[in-house]
């Protein structure tokens, strides 16, 4: 088993930064692609950005494209995400997941990831 604990969300105004950390303890985790994905009440899960096992890849969605950054250390087993030029529509819980299939993708759907945290509130205000 393979446990994933978010920090660093948090109440900001609209235009600030943050930076989410995410620490996988339990199992060795470089060898597998690593996400996150964001939530609110009103939206389904969506992905937001995705790392593979060595940081050779990455992919992030058209919302926060140039905004938000993914990256890893596998030595710490850590994920982050920077977050910058915040907007309210940023708003939400964010989950780290990691998929557990040695593959060389990003998949974009949940249910591809085997292992979630408990998440992470980001709110924005205008």
């Known amino acids: 088993q393979v446990q994933l604990v978010e920090s660093g969300g948090g109440l900001v105004q609209a235009g600030d930064s943050l930076r989410l950390s995410c620490a996988a303890s339990g199992r060795p985790v470089n060898s597998f692609t690593w996400a996150w994905f964001r939530q609110t009440p009103e939206k389904e899960r969506e992905f937001v950005a995705g790392?593979?096992?060595?940081?050779?890849?990455?992919n992030s969605a058209d919302a926060v494209k140039g905004r938000f950054t993914i990256s890893r250390d596998n030595a710490k087993s850590m994920l982050y995400l920077q977050m910058n030029s915040l907007k309210p529509e940023d708003t939400a819980v964010y989950y780290c997941?990691?998929?557990?299939?040695?593959?060389?993708?990003?998949?974009?759907?949940?249910?591809?990831?085997?292992?979630w945290g408990q998440g992470t509130q980001v709110t924005v205000s205008s």
């Open positions: 997941a990691l998929q557990w299939k040695p593959i060389v993708t990003i998949p974009i759907i949940a249910n591809a990831y085997t292992y």
């Open positions: 790392i593979t096992w060595n940081g050779g890849q990455t």
